[in-house]
């Protein structure tokens, strides 16, 4: 039997993803961020790895973050990052260049179709950077964004 600790996923949440649940219901559904979690426990688990979840109203504190998975993918300690950046997506090269920095193996999730909404979230700084990208298919894009890092 391996004594190798698991490894783990890093899930970060974004600005205003702690009112999930109750923002726009009609957009983002009734799914709370608590529920989240526990979706992504579950995954995390059947994958054999060990999650890390966070959220997060500021910028910089997510570069942080990134930052610390990345290290911990190159040590070989994570698989990298599933990230809901919410507004940031569109507005914040900051991100985009972290994750680019940090080699930090990132899937970028959003609950809604953003193509399918306000032309200003049909831009994404992050996607030239992300390994990939899950849109529009509700919470459970953060399940599937485990299962790809996983692979």
Not at 7 to 12: A, S
Not at 72 to 81: E, L, M, R
Request: net charge negative; glycine share 10%.
């Amino acid at each position: 039997m391996s004594t190798e600790a698991p490894r783990t996923v890093y899930v970060f949440n974004g600005p205003n993803l702690n009112l999930l649940g109750t923002r726009d219901p009609e957009t983002y559904g009734t799914t709370t961020l608590s529920d989240v979690k526990d979706l992504c426990e579950a995954a995390a688990t059947e994958h054999g790895l060990t999650l890390d979840f966070r959220q997060s109203n500021h910028e910089g504190e997510l570069i942080d973050w990134i930052h610390e998975a990345g290290t911990a993918v190159k040590d070989g300690n994570a698989v990298g990052v599933v990230l809901n950046a919410g507004a940031y997506t569109h507005t914040s090269l900051a991100l985009a260049d972290a994750i680019s920095g940090s080699f930090c193996p990132t899937i970028e999730v959003h609950i809604s179709n953003v193509h399918a909404r306000e032309e200003f979230r049909h831009h994404s700084y992050l996607s030239p950077v992300a390994k990939g990208i899950i849109v529009g298919l509700g919470v459970a894009g953060f399940e599937l964004g485990i299962r790809a890092l996983a692979k």
